[in-house]
């Protein structure tokens, strides 16, 4: 999509706040991350470093001494990943918001070309993509804008709140749910797409994703998939609410994102428990809200397959047999 020239201009007071949660994880990737802000093209009067430090059992300032003069550090009793972002964005100065997990980080070639697109067009946000891989190319592609619900509608959108910078007044009467552990960033950048204006999105992959055994999303017990599937499918039944309350385009791009976050969750249910009893309490736990059968649209050909399969018997035996 061509880039439209009416929103080429440079916001005067541009800078971004990264927002760090950190519990616990080593300082020595904590540190990385932290690097990785200060390697991009940002002057210091661009940039602020917030360390949200959600009670961990040693405080980290101490493997911080040579980073003090360029972090904001607050520290307070232990409420979790959501408590921490919310604290975050009240004390944020910036006009835009970047979260980073504090054992990921930002890949500086591929985020300056994000930071270009956000200076240049003064968009209300940025989205682009995250890889595992420390080799990856980046793309140098424009797209946009769009409204966050016409991107709603043709995209899938993905979950992780660090997949974008946004600027702060888009999302300031947004919070993160405090009593979600889980599928919290599933709610919050859905709201945060309805409520934006002009979206600008790139191919670039400038977020680094450290695949860490010990994080919460890595979690592999069973208190931790029941509570995972739990909070899923609670998020599902409250966006699933807001539908009939927004004009057409948006409901359609709520209707689509529900759908996606259903199959996500059914797909998960499978992988989780390899078990029919607790797939068809997940399809029951639907059919409550209305959401099962998944919607017969044609958003994707895995969508398609998976609405397909997961409607009889046999389809269903199938996915289990085949999801590991």
Known sequence: MQVDSILSQSDKNFKISFIIPYFNEPTIILKECIESI???QLTPEEREIIIVDDG???PPLDDLIEFQDHLVYIRYRH???SAARNIGMQVASGSYIQFVDADDYLIPAAYNHCIQIV????????????TDNENSDYAMDINGPVTGSDY???????????CCCFRKTVGETLSFSEELTYAEDEEFTTKLMLLTKNVFYTEAKAYFYRQRSGSLTHKTDTMSKIQRLNNSVEVIHRLSQMIPTHPSKESE????????LSMDY?????????????????????KKYDLFPLPEKNY????????????TKIGRSLLLAAIR
């Open 152 to 162: 709603m509608r043709t995209h899938n959108l993905k979950s992780s709140v660090w």
């Open 79 to 81: 409420k979790g990943t």
């Open 266 to 286: 059914l797909y998960n249910v499978i992988r989780l428990t390899h078990s029919r009893k607790h797939l068809n309490q997940a399809l029951n736990n639907l």
């Open 56 to 58: 961990s059992d040693i």
């Open 253 to 260: 791009a709520l209707q689509r994102r529900v759908a996606q």
């Open 300 to 311: 994707t050909n895995k969508y398609v397959i998976f609405r397909k399969a997961i409607k």
């Open 38 to 40: 200060l390697r991009l």
């Open 119 to 130: 200076k240049h067009y003064n968009g209300d946000m940025v989205r682009f993509g995250a």
